[in-house]
């Protein structure tokens, strides 16, 4: 999968973890050394893209509701 087509994927789903399907350790750190690459080649959508996973990366995990 492409930076971006993971980082749709995660913002619909609410995390970046989920989209974890390598169950790769430290998958944000990856995703964001991905990013840097293609930000050295396309400086403007790269910088987008690192905007995204920041925004991702600041809201908490959905949590379950606790039982009734």
Same mark, same amino acid.
């Given at each position: ?19 974890? %399907?390598?169950? +790769? ?8 050394? #991905? ?7 396309? $400086? *403007? %959508?790269?910088? +987008? ?8 990366? #600041? ?7 606790? $039982? *009734?």
């Amino acid at each position: 999968d492409t930076p971006k087509a993971i980082l749709t994927n995660a913002e619909r789903a609410g995390s970046v973890e989920s989209q974890n %399907r390598d169950s +790769r350790e430290h998958f944000e750190a990856y995703l964001r050394g #991905r990013i840097a690459w293609y930000r050295r080649f396309h $400086p *403007e %959508r790269g910088g +987008r893209l690192m905007m995204r996973l920041d925004a991702l990366a #600041r809201v908490p995990p959905p949590s379950v509701p606790p $039982p *009734e």
